[in-house]
């Protein structure tokens, strides 16, 4: 896409800047991303423990402009993009990893990228995301040494019941 700078203002601000933080991997990334979670949320195991509490499926996406950041991350926060879905009542928590956690860590292998996902998606089934308001930005995304064996050892149900192996 080139851009003339007298064309600027005709475009919206998003058409013009997400070109220019994409690098060559980002759409074989999203398409994994995308698959992994569909795999992952269309098992009868994660449908079965997820919390009636929240709104079904969990937001999940790929932060933007985050090729800098390692994280990956459960809430149930509006502050970190949950929404409140006002016709049940009830919040559509977020699972969520970054853009540099995708090129410098998962590197393009799905069963790695389950196995993050997998353990993401535990935290909002063991509910380890509610209950949390109030608390600052860092405390929100800090869940207790128990929290992150429970996530380690779920997230790897939900990764095996969608046909990834066992690691
Ligand atoms: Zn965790």
Redesign the pocket.
Known sequence: MSIRPGLAGAFPLAVLLLPAFSWAGDDADEKLFRKVMARILSTDLARKEYPDKYVWPPKHFIKPDSVKELN???TASEKLGAEFDSASGKIRPVVMITEGYLKNVVKGNENVLAAIMG??F??LTRD?VGGRKGETLLLLLA?SRD??IE??LD?VRYAVAAGYPYK
Request: aromatic share 14%.
């Open positions: 990956a991350y459960a353990h993401e535990a935290h380890h869940f929290d992150e996530a380690d997230g």
